[in-house]
């Protein structure tokens, strides 16, 4: 295997990871309204089952990013051109996310949490929704000129596809988050993500079993058809799992689910990195988008020395974090009065 496809599955694979861990980041967020619905301390203690992990689990899109640049800079040029508002509108939202996370308990006010709940629903919503129009796109097919611009108004971007795929990631992600909860909460928190990932299975699968049927009828490979199985197997160990209460099972089961749907759209994907719906022959693939042969090597020795101590890094601290958290161990609120308070006193 050369360095442009090496560099495609390793890309492929920080995506992957980037789904699976920031999936579940994603659903407790959309989950808030439900789950915490009239409860600041229900809330409370779902921002808490993430708090010490979500802003490493973003580590993975940074690096991937980081990585799409050094290693495909045609691609990485012409998709963010490309998707400008898009992706200008997901990163605007993942800011407000961080921004709302880390400021929601500063200040000691009712309105001031609702307005940070909100920042974080958003925050959530958004890049769900967004990720899977994006990928679905890129296996769809772009309208991508012989300068590498892509072409045309932003209506040739949502096909039926392209939302499909978007509702596909969402529902996903919702799912994750739910099964999620399950493993980390106790009590009445726990029962209520058990309740709707009782409620949530069925829509689930439909939704995204059609969206990797037609990815697969429609632009797969021979063996990714293995993904579409491995991804309806991960639905079907969840679903079992969380109905036996084993809720460490029922996570390996969604998150083998986001792994055969991210697998999915890499390998129908591969070898182009962004086909071109005008003329084939303007398409992106591993070999006219990538860096100089020099440049992936040197990555590589410098990804093989270095990867290895983030995931342990990132492995000790879901260890050290693994515990269940309940309402009863959520501390009293803090944080700063109302700056209107202050300045009356």
Same mark, same amino acid.
């Given at each position: 295997?050369?360095?442009? =496809?090496?560099?495609? !599955?390793? &890309?492929? $694979?920080?995506f992957?990871?980037?789904f699976v861990?920031? /999936?579940?980041? @994603? ?15 229900r809330?409370?203690?779902l921002?808490n ?20 640049f050094?290693?495909?800079?045609e ?14 509108l997901l990163?605007?939202?993942l ?6 996370i880390?400021?929601r ?8 949490? =609702?307005?940070?709940? !909100?920042? &974080?629903? $958003? ?8 990720? /899977?129009?994006? @990928?679905a ?17 932003v209506s ?26 399950t ?8 029962d ?19 969206f ?16 579409v199985a ?14 036996a209460?084993?809720?460490g ?11 055969g749907a ?5 390998g ?7 086909p071109?719906t ?7 693939t591993l070999?006219?988008a ?13 990804v ?12 000790w ?27 009356k006193?």
């Amino acid at each position: 295997m050369g360095m442009q =496809q090496t560099w495609f !599955v390793l &890309i492929a $694979i920080l995506f992957t990871g980037y789904f699976v861990l920031e /999936g579940f980041d @994603f659903g407790v967020g959309m989950l808030m309204p439900i789950i915490g619905h009239g409860s600041n301390l229900r809330k409370r203690v779902l921002l808490n089952t993430i708090g010490p992990v979500w802003d490493g689990n973003e580590v993975w899109l940074i690096t991937a990013g980081g990585t799409l640049f050094a290693a495909f800079p045609e691609w990485y040029a012409s998709m963010f051109s490309g998707f400008y508002l898009a992706l200008l509108l997901l990163l605007f939202s993942l800011i407000l996310r961080v921004c709302a996370i880390e400021y929601r308990g500063k200040i000691n006010d009712p309105k001031w949490r =609702q307005w940070a709940d !909100v920042g &974080i629903y $958003i925050g959530s919503y958004v890049p769900a929704l967004a990720w /899977g129009w994006v @990928f679905a796109n890129l296996v769809r097919g772009v309208p991508l000129g012989p300068d590498k611009y892509i072409t045309g108004s932003v209506s040739s971007l949502l096909s039926p596809y392209a939302l499909l795929g978007a509702l596909a990631t969402c529902s996903l992600f919702l799912f994750q988050g739910a099964v999620y909860l399950t493993l980390k909460t106790s009590g009445e928190v726990r029962d209520s993500a058990m309740r709707i990932v009782k409620i949530l299975i069925v829509p689930t699968a439909l939704i995204l079993g059609g969206f990797a049927l037609w990815t697969q009828i429609a632009y797969g490979k021979g063996w990714t058809w293995a993904m579409v199985a491995v991804a309806v197997l991960g639905l079907v160990v969840a679903f079992a799992a969380n109905a036996a209460g084993r809720d460490g099972w029922a996570f390996v089961g969604s998150s083998t689910t986001v792994v055969g749907a991210s697998v999915l759209l890499f390998g129908s994907l591969f070898p182009n990195v962004m086909p071109s719906t005008i003329n084939p022959d303007y398409s992106l693939t591993l070999y006219n988008a990538s860096s100089g042969h020099y440049t992936l090597v040197v990555m590589f020795v410098a990804v093989a020395i270095f990867f290895p101590f983030v995931l342990i890094y990132q492995g000790w601290a879901y260890w050290v974090f693994r515990g269940r958290i309940g309402e009863k161990m959520i501390p009293p609120n803090t944080g700063l009065p109302p700056m209107l308070t202050q300045l009356k006193g």
